[in-house]
């Protein structure tokens, strides 16, 4: 009984060291594979969004509905003293609003006369609900979104939150699609000062996420034009990004040791942490370029 | 088989909490790591060979799941992490937390330092200590807090599958 159940165990134990063999083997070619061929939408990985996106935003909103009975009673409290002070702004943004709306009218009128197309007004967009925050891993800033190729969605298009630039798709499967955020370490957005129209980059870091920053490098800027709280928009020569989408504002600016370029950080406009709808612009750079 | 069933629909859960609920209750922006809880627990609990089969297909799937790495990696680090957890299986007991924590612990932070090396070392991205601060150590502490909960659940899991197993063997005998 005993030998038995020795030479059990023993052939048990060989065969996991030849399974481990022959699996590490396999993952090393998977891991080969994947870096040679970079399929990062392969059908396997579709598939696997595909069955779980659903799951996901049905979790997510168990999810959602618990953390909003939280916040309730905290927010009630804030909430008060919150309308007050929203309803002085509504007052002095309604104003705002009128100059404005009569400054566009005659901005369209004398755009027309210049023959100029109406840039951004034009970009048409679609809603989306953040299903999925994808710092399952830590490392990066990615989220998922609840639509996807079903609703006309495609790789590569612009993603806003609120006033300024969220991210961009990255990956996109029937019904849902994966944004990388601009904070995200792997992002660059090729961007440029509205003020002053000299071109930079905006590069996402992990190490300022934290600070609620994002770096801006090798601004071309000879005459040390920009200053603190210059708007930071997207420019024109990307090939993805659309040009005119508000990205941040400059907070900190120094020359570098090379005495060409500048550089610094940004604060964006979007609250990253707390981001829930995002509006998703159905024009893509590259379609829009002719 | 139906065991094996039941193991898969588990870690698909695990899956599925790792991609929506825990970002969710992450602490200053850190998510445990639920997957390596569960390769570490369910090696811990049924030896070398499941631990580096579960692993295996663990990592596999959240590769799928979330392709930040190179597809496979983790399916890699996992399996040899279900393995090692595997080779406690005879010495120690199943109730006995400290363990899976220590386990979970080694396994959490190797998984860091390789995604770190593999993903920010190559890109020049040297700040070591930042990383181990800020993502590393913090991931490998709310991780531990996680498997103080989580190994008990599977472990009556765990027993209950074992329990149905010696049933169905003693039916066909």
Redesign the interface.
């Given at each position: 009984m005993t030998y038995k159940t020795g030479v059990a165990m023993k052939k048990?134990?060989i065969?996991?060291k030849t399974?481990?063999f022959i699996?590490?083997i396999?993952?090393?070619?998977?891991?080969i594979?994947?870096?040679v061929l970079d399929?990062?939408?392969?059908p396997?990985?579709y598939a696997?969004?595909y069955v779980?996106a659903p799951?996901?935003s049905g979790?997510?909103q168990v999810?959602?509905w618990l953390?909003g009975k939280m916040d309730y009673f905290e927010d009630n409290l804030n909430l008060v003293a919150e309308n007050e002070k929203l309803q002085t702004q509504v007052d002095e943004l309604t104003v705002e609003n009128t100059q404005l709306l009569q400054d566009r009218e005659e901005l369209n009128s004398l755009r027309d006369l210049y023959a100029l197309d109406h840039k951004y007004e034009s970009y048409e967009k679609i809603g989306a609900r953040v299903?999925?925050?994808?710092?399952?891993?830590?490392?990066?800033s990615?989220f998922t979104i609840d639509k996807g190729s079903d609703d006309g969605l495609a790789v590569d298009m612009n993603v806003l939150a609120g006033a300024g630039l969220a991210g961009i798709i990255t990956?996109v499967g029937p019904n849902y699609a994966r944004v990388r955020a601009i904070i995200d370490?792997y992002s660059n957005v090729s961007a440029e000062i509205s003020e002053t129209h000299d071109t930079c980059i905006i590069a996402g870091d992990?190490?300022l996420?934290?600070d609620g920053r994002i770096n801006l490098v090798k601004l071309d800027d000879p005459d040390s034009k920009a200053k603190i709280g210059d708007t930071v928009v997207t420019s024109n020569i990307s090939d993805k990004f659309l040009p005119g989408i508000l990205i941040g504002y400059i907070t900190e600016i120094h020359t570098d040791s090379n005495n060409l370029t500048r550089s610094g950080y940004i604060s964006p406009v979007v609250d990253f942490?707390s981001i829930k709808e995002v509006l998703v612009v159905t024009n893509l750079k590259q379609n829009t370029a002719e | 088989m139906r065991t094996k069933l039941i193991l898969f629909a588990t870690m698909l859960i695990c899956?599925?909490?790792?991609?929506?609920?825990?970002?969710?209750i992450?602490i200053a922006?850190?998510?445990p790591n639920l997957m390596i809880i569960f390769t570490v627990s369910f090696g811990l609990m049924r030896?070398?060979?499941s631990g580096?089969?579960l692993g295996?297909i663990c990592?596999?799937?959240t590769d799928?799941?979330?392709?930040?790495?190179?597809?496979?990696?983790r399916?890699?680090v996992y399996?040899?992490i279900g393995?090692f957890s595997?080779y406690c299986y005879h010495i120690f007991y199943d109730e006995d937390i400290k363990m899976p924590v220590l386990l979970t612990a080694a396994g959490d932070f190797v998984y860091g330092c390789l995604?770190?090396i593999t993903?920010?070392l190559l890109r020049g991205?040297i700040?070591l200590i930042?990383?181990i601060r800020?993502?590393i150590l913090p991931?490998m502490i709310y991780t531990i807090l996680l498997t103080i909960i989580c190994y008990r659940i599977f472990l009556l899991l765990n027993q209950k599958l074992e329990k149905m197993d010696k049933r169905s063997v003693g039916s066909f005998v």
């Open positions: 048990n134990h065969r996991s399974l481990l699996l590490s396999f993952s090393g070619i998977i891991i594979l994947s870096f399929f990062s939408v392969n396997l990985n696997a969004g779980l799951l996901q979790i997510n999810g959602g953390s299903i999925s925050r994808e710092n399952a891993g830590n490392w990066f990615m990956e370490d992990l190490s996420i934290d942490k | 899956l599925l909490l790792q991609c929506s609920l825990l970002p969710a992450s922006s850190i998510t030896g070398k060979r580096l089969i295996f990592g596999l799937f799928l799941m979330l392709p930040d790495l190179f597809i496979g990696l399916a890699f399996m040899y393995y595997g995604f770190y993903k920010f991205r700040d930042y990383y800020r993502i991931e």
